[in-house]
């Protein structure tokens, strides 16, 4: 029997190891350098000018909304095509979620239908936008920026599948996601899945010295000490809570393992480039597999290689039988039994509800081995073969 194969894992090594083990011998367990460090080197890696780190993700989307102002009853458009974190931090503020099909090529928000949703009501109606590099595959986001700018709202780029990925602006200039030039705020993960792992573990960046100021108060129960923000001052002790905060944290620890794996980010990226290659070239004179649409001024950072296929349940069946592990991304959040309650059922976004019926995500992560990838490859053929 051979180890089974999954969808994506960590790869863990010695120097992460050892990194970690100096941080849990140091004064430190929550926040302290490492944070700063994990917090100035990935804000470099992406070109933001700020980073914050948190917990996860999740409660870096939380942070964001919280910090963009997110009321109860404001309206936001959130891609349907993403997990559901994504959608769900406008709900933890009482936000209403508005979905926005996707493109059919890139399974992105689609810019036309947004557009057609911002039309169709008077200025002002929605607060702003949460789009996600889903899979790996930058977005746009000068256009998105511009369109936001026309209805006077703000963006948060979901760069969880992305760090490393960029696209070209109007001007040919190379934006990394998650660089803060045209986002408010991006946001990415170091869930073992993604591309740099850290356990559990989130970071928000943002080039807004205000927002910036807001996710760090944020994240410590909206508590401050800087005298300069206080109301009155009793003494050395004295802090203010001023607003509603969480506790978001990360460790000191998780962060150290965040800075050593950070090292090996391009190498990974460029890992996943070379298995995408593998698999486009082994499936590309295969008719019934639609491999992921590739553009020439894009760098793909390939969090997940999606294929379409018609009998897409018969092929994670085969698969898994075969102990590969292959995934769905995702089923689409107005489908899901929470979303529905307000209004959202099949039929309302026919792009993303067809793609959902064919996707299927292939084993994708830098430690694969071309063995493994071979042996990927080959159970495949042999479906298409039956
Ligand atoms: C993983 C992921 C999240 C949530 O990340 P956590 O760190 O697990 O909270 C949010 N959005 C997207 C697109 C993700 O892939």
Redesign the pocket.
């Known amino acids: 029997m051979r180890k089974p194969i999954p969808y994506g894992r960590q790869s863990i090594n010695d120097d992460d190891i050892k990194a970690v083990v100096e941080t849990l011998k140091s004064d430190y367990l929550t926040q302290g350098p490492k944070i700063k460090e994990f917090e100035e080197k990935f804000a470099k890696y992406v070109g933001a000018k700020y980073a914050v780190a948190v917990n996860?993700?999740?409660?870096a989307?939380h942070l964001a909304a919280t910090a963009l102002g997110v009321k109860p009853g404001d309206k936001v458009i959130v891609t349907p095509m993403?997990?559901a974190?994504?959608a769900n931090c406008i709900r933890y503020c009482g936000g209403d979620v508005t979905f926005c099909d996707i493109d059919e090529e890139t399974y992105l928000m689609d810019i036309k239908k947004l557009r057609d949703i911002l039309e169709a009501s008077p200025k002002g109606t929605y607060k702003g936008v949460v789009i996600?590099d889903?899979a790996g595959y930058p977005h746009n986001l000068e256009e998105f920026r511009s369109l936001c700018d026309e209805y006077g709202m703000w963006l948060i780029e979901?760069a969880?599948?992305a760090p490393g990925a960029w696209f070209r602006d109007s001007h040919g200039k190379i934006q990394q996601s998650g660089n803060g030039v045209f986002a408010d705020i991006s946001?990415f993960?170091?869930?073992p899945v993604?591309h740099i792992a850290t356990g559990?573990?989130?970071m928000a960046t943002t080039n807004n010295p205000e927002l910036y100021r807001k996710l760090c108060h944020y994240r410590t129960h909206g508590i401050t000490k800087d005298p300069s923000l206080l109301q009155k001052n009793d003494g050395g002790w004295y802090y203010e809570m001023q607003d509603l905060g969480f506790n978001y944290r990360l460790t000191d620890f998780q962060a150290a393992l965040g800075v050593s794996q950070l090292e090996r980010a391009d190498k990974g990226l460029e890992r996943r480039q070379a298995i995408a290659r593998k698999y486009d070239a082994a499936f590309s004179d295969i008719k019934d597999i639609k491999i992921p649409f590739r553009a020439d001024d894009i760098y793909h950072a390939f969090?997940l290689y999606i294929i379409q296929v018609p009998d897409r349940k018969g092929l994670y069946d085969f698969l898994h039988e075969n102990d590969i592990y292959a995934q769905v991304h995702y089923v689409p959040l107005h489908l899901m039994p929470y979303y529905r309650q307000f209004g959202n059922k099949p039929g309302d976004l026919p792009v993303v509800e067809k793609y959902y019926e064919h996707c299927l995500s292939l084993p994708m992560f830098p430690t694969l081995t071309d063995e493994e990838q071979e042996y990927v490859i080959e159970k495949v053929k042999e479906f298409f073969r039956e």
């Open positions: 996860n993700a999740t409660s989307l993403t997990f974190a994504s996600v889903f979901d969880c599948h946001i993960s170091f869930h993604k559990e573990g989130g969090h």
